[in-house]
């Protein structure tokens, strides 16, 4: 599924003016009426359902309602989504992330989803910096002994990743296509199975956002080499950037946000939005996260509408030129 620019335009007009599509029901009435059920995409253990998490509970409390987080893995996202996509209970989102909206349409041929037409983008919820890490039985102290020790075994180390397309996938790319490396790629089905045997040494490496990783860093059961952010993690100050070791301009963060349904009546998803971001940005939230190297953002739907665009744009031709496929 491709999005030109007409369609991008078209959208971000939309969710600006607020004519994103609705439904005529209810939008004089409270709401939420009953638990929000927030579905994260991926399986327990990752980024994802920290972000997730940690956005749950504020936005509950804002919202006047339970909001439980369901985690429904499988087929990149894809299952989810589609899920979602097709709920009409008025009380179902779903968490976007940066593999669902800027990497799978450009990854598949067809998706039982489509971003544009199906979600309301709701605000961007929080960047989480890529950790580029190895086993610590890898001979590679820092980043330039890693990429000498790939190139000396071209096609003889792997790194894993939570499935292709995967925000730690893209990071790995991102990585090859700099440093012209040949590694060979072990996809799973989530962050945690991956990191289950990156940890045990059936893995050597791999790219996994900072909330699921600092404590196994910290604890010396894994080296980081590096980090995608701009600058250094205050978590992790003595490992240098990306960029620092030779590569000016290298940044790679996961970003996850709030999606809804395009179902969802227009009044509820005012209200949403502004719940959500004052949610994620509360002292709590933000502390939580703030703990995991992740930045709490909090915008709103129009500058997260804008953002996507930008991603896929960015992310189109990484794609193309690594020929990522689906499982």
Not at 136 to 142: I, L, R
Not at 148 to 159: D, M, T, W, Y
Not at 233 to 239: H, T
């Amino acid at each position: 599924m491709q999005f030109d620019s007409i369609t991008r335009r078209t959208w971000l007009a939309a969710a600006a003016a607020g004519s994103l599509p609705s439904i005529g029901w209810g939008q004089g009435a409270a709401w939420p009426t009953k638990p929000i059920r927030f579905v994260v995409p991926f399986a327990p253990g990752g980024s994802s359902e920290i972000v997730a998490r940690s956005t749950a509970v504020e936005l509950g409390k804002g919202l006047g309602q339970t909001v439980y987080v369901e985690n429904k893995p499988g087929g990149s996202g894809n299952i989810a989504m589609a899920d979602v996509a097709h709920a009409d209970d008025q009380h179902t989102v779903i968490l976007g992330h940066i593999g669902t909206l800027a990497v799978n349409p450009f990854m598949y041929d067809k998706l039982p989803y489509d971003p544009i037409k199906d979600f309301r983008p709701i605000t961007l919820l929080a960047k989480v910096p890529s950790l580029y890490v190895v086993h610590p039985d890898v001979p590679a102290k820092n980043l330039k002994e890693f990429i000498a020790l790939v190139r000396s075994k071209p096609g003889q180390l792997n790194f894993g990743s939570a499935g292709n397309g995967s925000a730690g996938h893209l990071a790995m790319e991102y990585l090859k296509a700099a440093a012209n490396l040949f590694i060979v790629h072990v996809p799973y089905r989530g962050t945690g199975p991956q990191l289950t045997d990156l940890l045990a040494g059936r893995l050597d490496a791999a790219s996994v956002g900072a909330p699921a990783i600092l404590q196994f860093i910290k604890a010396g059961k894994l080296r980081c080499l590096a980090t995608g952010s701009k600058q250094r993690l205050a978590q992790l100050p003595d490992v240098p950037t990306v960029a620092e070791q030779g590569f000016p301009n290298f940044e790679m963060t996961q970003w996850y946000g709030l999606m809804a349904p395009s179902s969802l009546a227009q009044t509820y998803a005012d209200r949403l939005a502004v719940e959500a971001a004052k949610a994620i940005r509360s002292q709590a939230a933000k502390e939580r996260l703030e703990g995991d190297a992740a930045e709490a953002i909090g915008n709103t739907p129009a500058q997260f509408a804008q953002f996507i665009a930008q991603e896929q744009a960015r992310w189109k031709p990484v794609i193309t030129r690594a020929r990522i496929k689906p499982d």
